[in-house]
């Protein structure tokens, strides 16, 4: 089984800036890719950024500009610094793994815990 465990949300003022981390750790023979989603209450998950495993990105619309995402494959981490953050960002960011636990299993999807970030006055 893959895990991840998140760091790094909190409180912060609109303008500001926050840096999200996920680490990977298990049996992990191959990670697809890796992103993170969120999700405010009364609304749905969604995706906010994604890395694949060639290196290619993409983000949600909302976020495009504001939002970096970044991965280390050598530590199988993935991070999201997230900058000029709003209101409208506030919600619990999960990290994400699309990753192959051995090479005998299919790819799966993996979540973290989440991470709360409330971006307010």
């Known amino acids: 089984q893959v895990q991840l465990v998140e760091s790094g949300g909190g409180l912060v003022q609109p303008g500001g800036s926050l840096r999200l981390s996920c680490a990977a750790s298990?049996?992990?023979?191959?990670?697809?890719?890796m992103g993170w989603y969120r999700q405010a209450p009364g609304k749905q998950r969604e995706l906010v950024a994604v890395?694949?495993?060639?290196?290619?990105?993409n983000y949600a619309d909302s976020v495009k500009g504001r939002f970096t995402i970044s991965k280390d494959n050598a530590e199988n981490t993935v991070a999201l610094q997230m900058n000029s953050l709003k209101p409208e960002d506030t919600a619990v960011y999960y990290c994400?793994?699309?990753?192959?636990?051995?090479?005998?299993?299919?790819?799966?999807?993996?979540w973290g815990q989440g991470t709360q970030v409330i971006v307010s006055s």
């Open positions: 994400n793994a699309n990753a192959k636990a051995t090479i005998w299993s299919p790819s799966d999807m993996y």
């Open positions: 298990g049996s992990i023979f191959k990670i697809n890719a």
């Open positions: 890395v694949i495993s060639g290196g290619s990105t």
